[in-house]
Each structure stands twice: as structure tokens, then as C-alpha cells.
């Protein structure tokens, strides 16, 4: 094993240390912002140094198996040995940078963002955290350590989406995305049991090694071992039906939302996927599925997003939206679409919400000094920002541009190769067909409410009132910097990954063969011929056109009115703005009939009644009888004792003669 | 020898002595009935001495040294009760009922 | 001769004792305990206990139930009240109870008996017939109790009357009416 490969763990150790120093700084030190700034952002620019290393070494020797580099012995434990080890091969070293490199710049971020909150230490440490519990989820060389990652993140999750405890609803709000999380965990540790019982270890090497010979193809443990596992990835990954937690989120700071719930976290359920993608592929079902709820997932959270006011519930649902085109990417069997899709939606959406948090620190600033009370995130309030704000602006359209599909950016790349996959499948089953129909719509929906959200923000009109409009300004260069290089990637980014009829083509594809091998025996081999695909191509150009188009056109920012003034949105503008009522029907057909549950059976008849009546005081009472029966002994008169006292005479006197 | 009618005679001493305990309520008389208890277990060990030597008389000088102070302390006892009683009826003194 | 001494006193005794159980009036159970004692004193004498046959008519009978006496006289509970024998519950239990003592003891007898014991064959016991008759003529009916007594037991002695300098002042603080 290469030198430099072994001392990958120093990438996961380095954010770890920073989590502790700056956890003992938030305690005893809690003003030396300096140190908290070199500290948290350091640890991750070493982090990202040393991944780059590793991630050279890979690209150098191309190895045909992964590297595991093993640390110590953790469960021993009968039958089950996991070790803490860490897996290097071409798909870890593609998150190892993502995730490194887009946390890095969105730690930068966060020194100008978060510059002014008390808490600025506490956050750095627990964004140390994260980045520690996401490197091991990326790098784990098997299910429990990868579930500690799992498991980890879903912690620093909730703990920054309340990181401003002291409002109740940014509670809650944590509280809900760890508890949904947790339902997908359940499918997440079946998953692993049934694995155990099937092959006896839950090593990825040797799980995929000996998968050939244990599971039967389509039948029907693979199929429930590989939804399982899907479940979770419903939950951590923000799809259908575990999805409402994602929007909620957004009461966490801006950058949280940037790196947590757009660039890393929420992709752990499709490197989850594309990590047993040899599972998946053995289960061709399960494959459908995946696909099915991602491309369902995608059209619906557009539609939601099509009537959104605040802008990160815009960009909340649009990445919800973008999970499901990675979900049919990796369903139908095209792993590297979907990590493709992954990386550059890590770039633009990244820059995206970063960009958000630009314009809302902005407004906040602007209202701090105007004494309003207005809501610095609602569209409503906001307008023609671009003559502020331009660099925000320019780099916010450059995203726009890539999400919405345009034609040379990063994003047109990924998601039609993610379609033309889908589309190719539809020669095995009709039902790819509708997938595909139902991606090219919601592709449509995207460019729609992207150019909405951009007119909407930084052009038309400014709704801000005039001694507002004299505090804007654009953000300071610790803010803007990252945006500029994320910029970058969505601008380029497509060139990881060019489709076939291009020159340089299938860079990343190619890349990430030793990983998807296995898998592509079960996958039949299908191509497109040059036509279909070139129309394939440009009907994705004709959708993005016509939807941003059509924003431009039927969209009048002149009409909007200031948040405080508008008036209540009715019918199906109505329905689309509450989410399709998703939450209260969740409330009422699941949560209320829990609650009452716990209420009035387990509290009150099992715990009051059962436990601490029968139990508790009942054997209290018995001790009690008994007691009584004794003190009907005590009656106080002499002579019962002398009765009781010639008795006792008798009996020893039995014994003695018996003797 | 008379050791045997003897050790028959003393039991027999004894059991009255037991039932006396049992049959009354008057505390003197109750009293009494253990004094009559333990003239039948001195009446048992003269008898013994006999064959195992004077220690067994010995043994019965003791016994009413000691019966004459349980005696003493005893009467006393019941003195003080019946001040507080005005009853030497076992049935009566029944305060320390549980 | 001597079993007929023997037998008289035992039966003077065994009736005396009965009557003194079941008599109503305190004094009357009283009065039929010191003839009781005065029966026990005559069987000492038969079995060479001169000395304690003494003592049980001058302490027992005469300071004993002396004390009882006044006592009784003290509380007027000479004249008969009301029966304070038990009603038949309470007499079956009593009779149950010490019936059930009686045969116990005779059993143990019976096998003191049965082990080698008395009633002619005294190759069982240390001392020959008559041995101690004999020790009384060498240092007399005192000195026999008094030898053991003021030798071997002496502590025990001792502590006797420890004992009764316990129970006097017991008794003293016990019956005064203000301390």
C-alpha cells in the first residue's frame, strides 16, 4: 500500500481535532474569534491538502481493488468481526473531494456569515464535527462504520439546524429532521441484519465478494435487503416519503443549509446506493424503485417549489428535487450519472445557497439599521438587488444556468446524462419510459421556478423601502471568494463527464469502472445510437429554454407586492404553497394517533396502571399484608405470648427427643 | 430406687405447673405457677445428685437464690402495674397491642 | 419404709398443686403452694438433702411465698372475685398443651431409661448406691453443699449475690410510689 494512502485517516483525525479545540474554546474562551476562525477553517484546508494527496496516489496507480487501511479491531464478537477501517478506491476519492473541498470553502463562508453570532465558536465546532462524521461515512470500509458516519451526521444535523435554540421552532425543526431520520435508520440497521444472516460479515469486500454465491438474483432476500437499505436513503436524503424534514431545516444558518443539506449530507443516500450498487444491480425491482420514487420525488418537490416565497424553501425543494435525479441515476443503474449529478449539484446548489445567504445577510443588515421587522428571506421583500449586489448576481445566474440546464454548464451535463440513462432502460420495461417523462418534466418545472426565484430577487423593481436600499451592499470578500470558485465548477464542471458523442467523453465513467464492475455484470449493455441521443439532446436544450422563457415572460416581478402587504394566496396556488397539506396529513395520520398512543396507553395504562400500580405499589401492599398478618400477632396480651412461648418449649423438646 | 417415680413425679409437678401458666389470668397467681415450675425442676435435680454427686444440690441452692430475686422484682413489677391498672388481669395490661 | 414416705409426699404434693392451679381465691392458691414446697422439703429428706430440705421450708415457703402473701394482701385480692380461669377454649389449650409437654417428657425419660438409666441398674452412674449418704457423715449435710459451693463455684457465688443486690434495689425503685 502506498505511503501516502495509509495516512488517509489523518483526513478524518484532522476535523475531529478541530471539533474538540473548538468545542474548549466555546467553553473557556468563548470571545477569541481568531483562534476559532484559524482553527476551524485550518483543520479543513490541512484536511483537504492531505485528501488531495491521497486522491492523487488513486489517480496514479488506478487500483483494481480497493485499499483498505485497517486501525484497530472494534467487535470481535463471535461470528461478526468489524474493524475501524477506511476503504480508498475511485468512488471514495470523488467524495473525499467533494466533500473536503466543498467544505472548506464553505467553512471560509462562514467566517464572514457567521462573524457576528455569539456562538461562533460552538458552530465551528460543531461544522468540524460534521465534516469528521461525513469523511467517515465516505470512507468507511463497512456498514457499521459507514452507520457511524450515517448516524453521526444526522447528530451534527440536528444540532445545527438548532443552533439558535432559544426560538422554539428552530428546535423543532431539529428535532423533526432527526426524528425522520431515524425511521430510515430502522430500514438502514434491517438492511444490515439481513446482510449478517446472508453472508456472515458486513466488510464491503467481503459482502460484494461473496454476494454472487449467496443471493439469488431478483429473489426475494436481495430485494428486501436493497429496500431496506433504500429506506434509509429516503430518510437521510430528504425523498419521498421522508422528505418533509429538508425544508424545515432551513432555520439553521445559510451555510449549514449550503453544506449539510444540499452538498454532502443529504448525498450520503446515493453514495450508500452507488456504494452496493452490485446489491442493487442483483435486484433489478429494487432498482425500479429507486428510480420510481426519485423521479416521482423530483416532479413533485418542483411543483412545491414553483410557489415559495422564502428563497431557501425555494432551494430547499429544488434539492430535493435534484436527490431525485440522482436517485434515478443510480436506480437505473448508471452510478456514474448519479455521482456525476452529485458533484456538480454540490457545486451549484453550494453556491446557490451560499449566494442566498449573501442577499439575506444583506437584508439583514439593512433591516438591523431600519429597526424592521419585515422577513429578510421572503422574495416578497426583496428585488433589483442586482444593482447592489453584482458579483452575487452574476455567480447566482451562473448556478441558475446550471440547474436550469443550459447547454455547455455542468448541470445540462449531468442531468441529460441521468435521462438518456433512464431512457435507454426503457427497452427493458416500458415504466423507464414514464421515468423519463416524468425527469423531463420536472427538468422543465426546474428552469421555471429557478429563473422565478432569480427575477424575483435581483431583478424588477426594488421592494425594499428607500433607507433600506441605502444599507445594501454587496458581501464582504471572505463571502464572495467561495462563491467565485464554485462558480467555477458549475461553469466547468461538465467536463467530468462529456457523453459518448463528444470528444473526451465519460471521463468520470471511466474513473469509476473498478468500482461499478461487479455491478455491470448483472446490468445489460445498452447504448443509444448517435440519433436519439443528439435528440435527446437537444430536446433537453428546448426545456430549459422554454422554461426559463416562460418565467421571464409570464412572470411579472412589477406585480409582486412587499410580504407585509400581500394578500393570502387562494385555490391551487393556495395548495401548492402549503406543500400539498404533506405536513398536516403526516400530523394527523401519523403523528397525532403516536401521540395519543404514548399518552393514553403507555403512559397512562401501562406505566401509571401496570407498573406503577400493580408493580410498584402492588408489591408494596403485599409487603404491607404481610406485615398486618404479623402485627395480628401483637395483640398486647401476656398470655398469647405465653401460649406462643410453651409451644416453642414443646417443639424443642421434640427435637431434643427425637435426637 | 426411686429415681425413676422420682423424675415421673417432678414432670408431673412440672405439666401442672405449664397449665397453671396457660389456665390463668390472674398474674399472681401466674407467678406462682412458674414458682411451683421451678420446685419440680429442683425436685429433679436432688433426685440426680444421688448418683452424680452433690453438685446437683449445688445447682438447686442456686436456683433459689435466683428465684427469690426473680420473685422479688417480679412482685414489684406487678405492684407498679396495678397502681397504673388498678388490674392484675393479664386481659387488662394490653397496651403494648401492635 | 422410705417408699411409702416417698410416695406419701409425692401425693400430698401432686394434690396440693393441683387445687393450688384451679382455686379461685389468690390466697387460697397461695396457701396450697407452701404446702406444696412443705412436700418437696419432705422429699429432699428422703434423697439425703437435709440441708436444702431446710432452706426450701425457710426461704422458699417462709420468704417466698411470704412475699406473695403480703403482696396479695397489699393489692385485696384476697376474697374470691370473679374465676380468672380461662373459659373451655382457653382450658382445652391449656390442657392440650401441657398434655403435649407431659408426653414429651416422659418420652425423654423413657429414653434416659432405655440408654442404661435408673430404677436398679446404677452401673450407668459415677457414684455407687449410697455414696452420698457416706459424704454426708464425712463433712456433714452443710459441708457437703458448702465445699463444692465455696470452692469450685465460688464465682457463680459471687455473682449471685451481685444478682440480689440487683433485684433489691430493683424491686425498691420498682414499688416506691415517688422515686
Redesign the interface.
Same mark, same amino acid.
Given at each position: 500500500m502506498p505511503p501516502v494512502i495509509e495516512f488517509v485517516w489523518l483526513v478524518v483525525l484532522l476535523p475531529f481535532v478541530g471539533f474538540l479545540a473548538n468545542g474548549a474554546l466555546s467553553f473557556w474562551k468563548p470571545d477569541a474569534k481568531r483562534w476559532v476562525s484559524a482553527i476551524g477553517v485550518g483543520v479543513l484546508v490541512a484536511a483537504f491538502v492531505v485528501a488531495l494527496a491521497v486522491v492523487r496516489e488513486v489517480a496514479v496507480i488506478r487500483p483494481g481493488e480497493p485499499y483498505i487501511v485497517s486501525l484497530w479491531s472494534w467487535m470481535p464478537i463471535g461470528d461478526l468481526h468489524v474493524d475501524v477501517a477506511f476503504q480508498v478506491d475511485q468512488l471514495s476519492a470523488v467524495m473525499l473531494l467533494v466533500v473536503t473541498g466543498v467544505s472548506m470553502l464553505i467553512h471560509i463562508f462562514s467566517v464572514g456569515y457567521m462573524g457576528a453570532d455569539r456562538g461562533y465558536p460552538r458552530y465551528f465546532a460543531y461544522l468540524n464535527l460534521f465534516v469528521f462524521f461525513m469523511l467517515v461515512l465516505v470512507l468507511g470500509a463497512s456498514f457499521p462504520i459507514l452507520f457511524i458516519g450515517w448516524e453521526g451526521v444526522g447528530l451534527c444535523s440536528y444540532l445545527l439546524i438548532g443552533f439558535w435554540y432559544d426560538v422554539k421552532t428552530n428546535a423543532d425543526a431539529g428535532k423533526k429532521a432527526f426524528i425522520m431520520n431515524r425511521i430510515g435508520d430502522f430500514g438502514f440497521l434491517i438492511a444490515m441484519f439481513m446482510i449478517f444472516k446472508a453472508t456472515g460479515s458486513l466488510a464491503f469486500d467481503q459482502v460484494f465478494g461473496s454476494a454472487s454465491r449467496v443471493f439469488a438474483i431478483g429473489g426475494p432476500t436481495i430485494t428486501a435487503i436493497t429496500l431496506f437499505l433504500f429506506l434509509g436513503c429516503t430518510g437521510k436524503s430528504a425523498q419521498i416519503p421522508l422528505y418533509t424534514w429538508l425544508p424545515d431545516a432551513m432555520a439553521g444558518p445559510t451555510p449549514v443549509s449550503a453544506l449539510i443539506h444540499a452538498a454532502t449530507m443529504v448525498t450520503a443516500g446515493v453514495y450508500l446506493v452507488a456504494r452496493t450498487n452490485l446489491l442493487f444491480a442483483m435486484a433489478p425491482i429494487s432498482g425500479a424503485v429507486v428510480a420510481g420514487v426519485g423521479a416521482l420525488t423530483a416532479l413533485w418537490a418542483a411543483t412545491i417549489a414553483l410557489k415559495q416565497w422564502d428563497i431557501k424553501k425555494v432551494l430547499a425543494y429544488s434539492t430535493v428535487s435534484q436527490l431525485g435525479y440522482m436517485f434515478v441515476g443510480v436506480g437505473v443503474g448508471a452510478i456514474s450519472s448519479g455521482i456525476f449529478h452529485l458533484v456538480t449539484h454540490a457545486f451549484f446548489k453550494a453556491l446557490l445557497f451560499l449566494g442566498s445567504g449573501s442577499v439575506i445577510h444583506a437584508l439583514h443588515h439593512a433591516y438591523h439599521a431600519t429597526h424592521s421587522h419585515d422577513d429578510p428571506q421572503d422574495m416578497r421583500n426583496m428585488g433589483g438587488l442586482r444593482r447592489w449586489m453584482p458579483w452575487t448576481a452574476g455567480v447566482m445566474w451562473v448556478a441558475t444556468l446550471a440547474i436550469a440546464g443550459v447547454p455547455g454548464l455542468s448541470g445540462f451535463f449531468s442531468k441529460d446524462e441521468i435521462l438518456a440513462e433512464t431512457f435507454i432502460k426503457g427497452h427493458e420495461h416500458p415504466v423507464f419510459y414514464v421515468f423519463w417523462a416524468v425527469g423531463a418534466l420536472a427538468a422543465l418545472l426546474t428552469a421555471f421556478y429557478m429563473t422565478r426565484m432569480m427575477l424575483y430577487t435581483f431583478h424588477g423593481p426594488s421592494r425594499a423601502g428607500a433607507e433600506e436600499q441605502r444599507h445594501l451592499h454587496e458581501a464582504p470578500w471572505v463571502m464572495t471568494g467561495p462563491l467565485l470558485v464554485l462558480a467555477a465548477g458549475s461553469l466547468l464542471g461538465g467536463v467530468l463527464n462529456l457523453p459518448e458523442i463528444l470528444p473526451g467523453a465519460g471521463w468520470l465513467k471511466e474513473w469509476l469502472e473498478p468500482v461499478t464492475s461487479a455491478g455491470d455484470f448483472f446490468r445489460p449493455e445498452a447504448h443509444l445510437t448517435p440519433g436519439t441521443e443528439w435528440t435527446l439532446l437537444g430536446l433537453a436544450t428546448l426545456i430549459a429554454a422554454a422554461g426559463m422563457l416562460g418565467a421571464w415572460r409570464l412572470l411579472k416581478p412589477a406585480g409582486v407586492v412587499r410580504a407585509a402587504d400581500a394578500p393570502a394566496e387562494t385555490g391551487f396556488q393556495r395548495v401548492l404553497l402549503k406543500k400539498w397539506y404533506i405536513d398536516e396529513i403526516y400530523d394527523a395520520l401519523v403523528v397525532r394517533p403516536l401521540v395519543w398512543l404514548s399518552e393514553k396507553v403507555l403512559w397512562r395504562a401501562m406505566d401509571a396502571g401496570v407498573i406503577d400500580g400493580a408493580g410498584v405499589n402492588g408489591s408494596a401492599r403485599v409487603a404491607r399484608g404481610f406485615g398486618a398478618i404479623g402485627s395480628w400477632l401483637q395483640t398486647g396480651q401476656v398470655g398469647t405470648y405465653v401460649f406462643f412461648f410453651v409451644v416453642g418449649v414443646l417443639l424443642m423438646l421434640r427435637a431434643v427427643t427425637r435426637s | 430406687m426411686l429415681l425413676g417415680p422420682a423424675l415421673g413425679v417432678s414432670a408431673l409437678l412440672f405439666v401442672i405447673g405449664v397449665g397453671g401458666v396457660l389456665l390463668r389470668r390472674n398474674a399472681i397467681v401466674i407467678f406462682m405457677c412458674v414458682e411451683l415450675m421451678l420446685n419440680a425442676v429442683n425436685l429433679t435435680f436432688v433426685s440426680l445428685a444421688q448418683q452424680l454427686g452433690p453438685d446437683g444440690q449445688v445447682i438447686v441452692f442456686f436456683v433459689m437464690a435466683v428465684a427469690a430475686a426473680e420473685a422479688a422484682v417480679g412482685l414489684a413489677i406487678i405492684l407498679a402495674v396495678y397502681r397504673h391498672k388498678e388490674s392484675v388481669n393479664l386481659q387488662d395490661i394490653n397496651l403494648l397491642r401492635g | 419404709m422410705?417408699?411409702i414416705l &416417698?410416695?406419701a409426699f409425692?401425693g400430698v404434693?401432686?394434690v396440693s398443686?393441683?387445687l393450688?392451679?384451679?382455686r379461685r381465691s389468690?390466697v387460697a392458691?397461695?396457701l396450697w @403452694?407452701v404446702l406444696?414446697?412443705c412436700a418437696?422439703a419432705g422429699?429432699?429428706l428422703?434423697?439425703?438433702?437435709q440441708?436444702?430440705a431446710i432452706?426450701?421450708v425457710l426461704?422458699?415457703a417462709g420468704?417466698?411465698m411470704v412475699? &406473695?402473701l403480703f403482696?396479695?394482701m397489699?393489692?385485696n385480692?384476697g376474697r374470691g372475685g370473679p374465676s380468672?380461669?380461662?373459659g373451655w377454649f382457653?382450658?382445652a389449650?391449656?390442657?392440650l @398443651?401441657?398434655?403435649?409437654?407431659?408426653v414429651?417428657?416422659?418420652?425423654?425419660?423413657r429414653?434416659v431409661?432405655g440408654a442404661g438409666? &435408673?430404677?436398679?441398674e446404677?452401673a450407668a452412674?459415677?457414684?455407687p448406691?449410697g455414696e @452420698?449418704a457416706r459424704?454426708e457423715q464425712t463433712r456433714g449435710a452443710v459441708g457437703?453443699?458448702a465445699?463444692? @459451693?465455696l470452692r469450685?463455684?465460688l464465682v457463680?457465688f459471687e455473682i449471685?449475690s451481685v444478682?440480689?443486690l440487683?433485684?433489691?434495689v430493683?424491686?425498691?425503685?420498682?414499688?416506691k410510689?415517688k422515686i
Open positions: - | - | 422410705r417408699e &416417698f410416695w409425692a404434693g401432686v398443686a393441683l393450688c392451679v384451679t389468690a392458691s397461695a @403452694l406444696t414446697m418437696l422429699e429432699f428422703l434423697f439425703d438433702a440441708f436444702l432452706i426450701q426461704v422458699y420468704a417466698i412475699l &406473695f403482696v396479695i397489699l393489692l385480692l380468672d380461669l380461662r382457653g382450658r389449650v391449656a390442657v @398443651l401441657a398434655g403435649g409437654i407431659g414429651q417428657l416422659w418420652a425423654l425419660v429414653a431409661r438409666g &435408673f430404677a436398679g446404677t452412674y459415677p457414684l448406691t @452420698l459424704m457437703m453443699v465445699d463444692p @459451693l469450685q463455684y457463680p449471685t444478682l440480689l440487683a433485684a433489691i430493683g424491686a425498691v425503685v420498682l414499688a410510689r
